[in-house]
């Protein structure tokens, strides 16, 4: 327990009761309006959704209503609100609930499909009082300021920590300050220029306090994605494609693949090369294709060359026990190809 904490909760809790937005969602504590309101504000404004949720519910009042209605007038009501999956995993969602009731606790609600653990907090803290946080941008943005912490917000393991610190000092009725830090967060703590001349825990906040508002929250910079520019040689032998263990690759370090060349300003000449070193036919094109790794994305210009008994083919088998997706997608080129 952080007795700082809990006078801030306390003091928000008191700041939302005379501060909260009037929302048709707030005037109701039945879990399935509420999960609806959940997953439509996800990569939605607050203000937006107000009247699709509104129409919404008037179309969809229950979980058995939603659950019943074909997925094509669900999407039509849905229409304007983009991120269409969202529309499905609800009404999913909703076939649950018509079939087996709705789930009461956090661990059941985060069995729901399409929904994570933001949703499950903000459910089980509104409707059933569980002491569980409801962690988002906003909160991460609002607890990491009042709590002056320099923790990385882009960070998963960041939303753990915040999410433990606010149980540990749960109030009475957790679902008023998940919503409590929310409102704060939408017009008070904004992420630049922070009202702080209006913040009901300003003497509390240890970020305003230290004059570090303008450095916190901290938030990594998504990394560049860097493309690489490849060429592939296929090798085939008597009909057979020819793969060989990668060797301090930095990249699909030890699977099977083919060689995989930084492409030379000349197209093809890195293949070239490496077939005549290797005695094979000279390299013909057959297509490019493109894989992703998490940073590194490869476009890969993908050429063929046929081995003879005089190739040197030390390393290179004919079967491949695991061959990773990378290597796969040049498979589809060579596949497609008429040129193979
Ligand atoms: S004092 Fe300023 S930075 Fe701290 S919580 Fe309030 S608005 Fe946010």
Redesign the pocket.
Known sequence: MNENLTQIFNLLTQWYENNKRDLPFRRTKDPYKILVSEIMSHQTQITTLVPYYERFIQRYPSAEALAESSLDEVLSYWEGLGYYNRAKNLQNCAKTVAASGFPRSYEEILKLPGVGPYTAGAISSICFGEKKASVDGNTL??LT??LALDLDIAKEKTKKVIASRIEENMTEDPGTLNQAILD?ASA???PKN???S?????DQ?L??NKGL?EV?PVKSKKQKKVIENNEALIIEKDGRLLFKKRQDESLLNKTYGFPVLKRDLEDGKAVKDLAKDLNLSLPVYLGSCKHQFSHIQWVTDVYLSKANDNSKLDGFVSEASVVPTAFKRMIEVYKKSPHK
Not at 198 to 202: G, I, K, S, T
């Open positions: 943005r609002v300021r009042v704060l008070v703590c904004l922070p009202k702080c209006l913040c009901p825990v300003r906040c970020s305003f508002t916190i």
